[in-house]
């Protein structure tokens, strides 16, 4: 079982930098692939970033490249999502995810097994 706590959400302007975390409880942390992924109400959930377990690979989504950074330190259990010039279309609730089986990385939700509670990033114009 993982527990997966986000935090660092808020309320910036465009053109502002933002880093969400990801504390996840359990004793296999370091072995799962891990995402992020958001949500706009009304909308479907869009694949933001995943990491795999080692931290070398890692997946973005289109929009998101080369503006999201996702990161892990397994020592401390978290995972990293660094938001730079971000845009009022990037306004979601943030999730992380952990996937405990795949043998890829996964980019798609079904696919991860762990979810967190949502943290909200709102950017203004």
């Known amino acids: 079982q993982v527990q997966l706590v986000e935090s660092g959400g808020g309320l910036v302007q465009a053109g502002d930098s933002l880093r969400l975390s990801c504390a996840a409880s359990?004793?296999?942390?370091?072995?799962?692939?891990m995402g992020w992924f958001r949500q706009v109400p009304g909308k479907e959930r869009e694949f933001v970033a995943a990491?795999?377990?080692?931290?070398?690979?890692?997946y973005y989504g289109g929009s998101m490249k080369g503006r999201f950074t996702i990161s892990r330190d397994n020592a401390k259990n978290t995972v990293y999502l660094q938001m730079n010039s971000l845009k009022v279309e990037d306004t979601a609730v943030y999730y992380c995810?952990?996937?405990?089986?795949?043998?890829?990385?996964?980019?798609?939700?079904?696919?991860?097994?762990?979810w967190g509670q949502g943290t909200q990033v709102t950017v203004s114009s």
């Open positions: 359990g004793r296999t942390f370091s072995g799962y692939a």
């Open positions: 995810a952990a996937d405990s089986w795949s043998t890829v990385v996964p980019t798609t939700g079904d696919e991860y097994d762990y």
């Open positions: 990491i795999g377990w080692s931290g070398r690979n890692t």
